[in-house]
Every structure is written in C-alpha cells, then in structure tokens.
C-alpha cells in the first residue's frame, strides 16, 4: 500500500456528487435504506468517479490497497451501511480490485475507543507511518494499531502478494542498474524506458519502500552486499522521478 495524492474532481461531477448527497440528506433517518439504491442507479456519476480513481491509481490503474490486481470498481472506504451520507463523498471513495473489495474488506471498517477509523487511508495518509515493508520476506509488519487492522482487514500478507514482493524486489532492482548505465552515457531515453517499467510494475509499494529505507539508518544493513544499488536509490534525479510522498 502507498501514498495516493487525490485530484481535484472535474466541476460538473462534484455538482452531480453533491446533488446526490442532497437528495439522500433529504431522507432524513431513512436515508440508509435509500443509498445503495440511489448508487446504484447513478451510472455516469459513477463512471466519472472510476475514470477520476484510475487517473489517480499507481501502475497500470492499480487497486489502491493490495496494488496487484486491477482495480475494477469504486470502493466506499467508510461502507455505505454504516455512513450513508458518504455514498457520493469523493473523499470517500479508492480503487479496489474484487478480491479486496468484496473477499477482503466488504463490510468490515474497524474503528478504536473514540471511532475513529483503524483502517489506512492511502489518500489521507502514508502508509509508511503505520506499515513497515520487509523487502527480505516480503511481508508488512505493523508499526502502529492502525497497521495492524490493515493488515488483517485487506489480507496483505495473503501468499500471492508475499511472493509478488519478492519478484518486485528483483525486477526493480535490475531496472534500477540499468537506469544507473544509461545515466553514466547520458542515455536519457533509457532512462526514461526503466522509470516507465518501475512505475507500471504490480506492487509499487516495494520500490517505495526501497526508495524510503534507502535513507534510513538501517539502509546499509537492508541493502548489504548491494552498494551499488543502495547508491542508485539514494540519487537525487531518480528519487524525484519515483518517490511519492504525503508531504
């Protein structure tokens, strides 16, 4: 998982988004019973939302919380069952493949002792500050409570996920050195060609976690016997090219 910067929505879309909002307000105490409905039936509400979230959405339009899989639909962070007036909030809504969508998350929205929400929101926050990476293993493990509902919520540390780190690793480390061959001849076009291929990878949350535990005080440690490479992710060119950041 990683750090989405959400866009501003086109005018004429978040006209339409708050007239549904208004519509559902005016139900009052019912308006639960009526949202699913109304969403539903809003086709091109929807299929504006889609198109805003894949523009958004890492990779080749990437779920936003697994970021394997394709994200297919319009998820609702906070479920509509439980914040009807949030069905139409573009702040409400991410990128979800089916899997987390429906076989992971559905339904569930864990909240702590004050309810607030103990699942990440990637647009809201960076996950880095509730999740750490071991790009050894390629599992998460969490730094705070919000990491750990995460975690257990959206499943990823599921096996397909663990062993698509892994692979991650090696392939950007790869292009990552060939990105270094053609900067030492001034190869800008292949250079450009390896920024591409990392970006459009699955699981851009291993070379975001390489590119921020590069200036760690751990970083000789996790990158031992890869000086080489620890050199490359510390570039000033190429971090400004790759590193997503919330700030």
């Given at each position: 998982m990683i750090y989405i910067r959400r866009i501003p929505l086109p005018g004429p879309l978040a006209q339409q988004l708050a007239a549904l909002t208004a519509i559902l307000e005016g139900h009052g105490a019912h308006a639960r019973q009526h949202a699913r409905t109304l969403w539903n039936r809003s086709r091109e509400p929807r299929?504006?939302?889609?198109?805003?979230?894949?523009?958004?959405?890492?990779?080749?339009q990437r779920c936003m919380y697994c970021g394997d899989s394709e994200g297919t639909s319009v998820d609702h962070f906070e479920p509509i069952a439980r914040n009807p007036l949030r069905t139409f909030d573009w702040l409400n809504h991410?990128?979800?493949?089916?899997?987390?969508?429906?076989?992971?998350?559905?339904?569930?929205?864990?909240?702590?002792?004050?309810?607030?929400?103990?699942?990440?929101?990637?647009s809201l926050e960076d996950p880095f500050d509730h999740l750490a990476l071991s790009l050894a293993v390629g599992e998460y493990r969490a730094r705070t409570p919000k990491g750990t509902a995460t975690i257990d919520v959206l499943g990823l540390n599921r096996a397909v996920l663990v062993s698509g780190r892994l692979q991650a690793r090696y392939v950007v480390g790869?292009?990552?050195?060939?990105?270094r061959s053609g900067q030492k001849v001034g190869d800008g076009r292949e250079q450009a060609r390896q920024i591409a291929t990392i970006r459009m990878q699955p699981l851009a949350d291993v070379h975001q976690a390489m590119l921020h535990y590069a200036v760690t005080d751990a970083a000789q440690h996790l990158f031992a016997g890869e000086a080489d490479l620890l050199d490359i992710l510390r570039d000033p060119e190429l971090r400004s090219s790759l590193l997503r950041s919330s700030l």
């Open positions: 299929r504006g939302l889609k198109a805003a979230l894949n523009l958004m959405a890492p990779g080749y991410l990128l979800a493949c089916s899997f987390c969508n429906s076989n992971q998350k559905g339904s569930r929205f864990p909240v702590d002792e004050a309810g607030r929400p103990l699942l990440i929101d990637p790869q292009a990552l050195r060939v990105w």
